[in-house]
């Protein structure tokens, strides 16, 4: 399961907490849990996100990208994904894409922050 070159910097799966509840929120923050599980982990999470997303709510991500692909930080293992790379994850969790802007006046040094809003 997940990518091979990812595999070798985590070891194997990533627990992340499925929500346990269904059809009950009207949006969805995931905060800080992105940047650590394999794609696949990441996919299967934003798949229990939207399960737990009321008819017409919406899924919410703010995630540094980077310019193309991913890279790992062999300091933290964090992952930084690129725009194309994270449309593709959502397009695999059966995600429609109805917003995606970057944020403004970000530091040229750092990777870009972009926003996205998505529905199943």
């Known amino acids: ?3 091979p070159l990812l595999d070798r910097w985590y070891g194997g799966d990533v627990c992340v907490t499925p929500c346990t509840c269904h059809h009950v929120h009207d949006d969805v923050h995931p905060n800080t849990i992105l940047s ?3 794609a696949d982990d990441l996919v299967a999470f ?3 996100c939207h399960a737990g997303l009321k008819p017409g709510g919406v899924l919410f991500v703010k995630e540094n990208v ?9 300091d933290d293992s964090s992952v930084t994904r690129s725009h194309e790379y994270m449309l593709q994850l959502f397009k695999q ?3 429609r894409l109805l917003y995606s802007g ?9 990777y870009k922050v972009r926003m996205y809003a998505l529905q199943p």
């Open 93 to 95: 969790a059966d995600l």
């Open 102 to 110: 970057l944020q403004k006046n970000f530091p040229p040094q750092l």
């Open 66 to 74: 980077c310019k193309e692909g991913f890279e790992v930080d062999e």
């Open 36 to 38: 650590t599980p394999h």
């Open 1 to 3: 399961m997940g990518i």
């Open 46 to 48: 934003f798949k229990r």
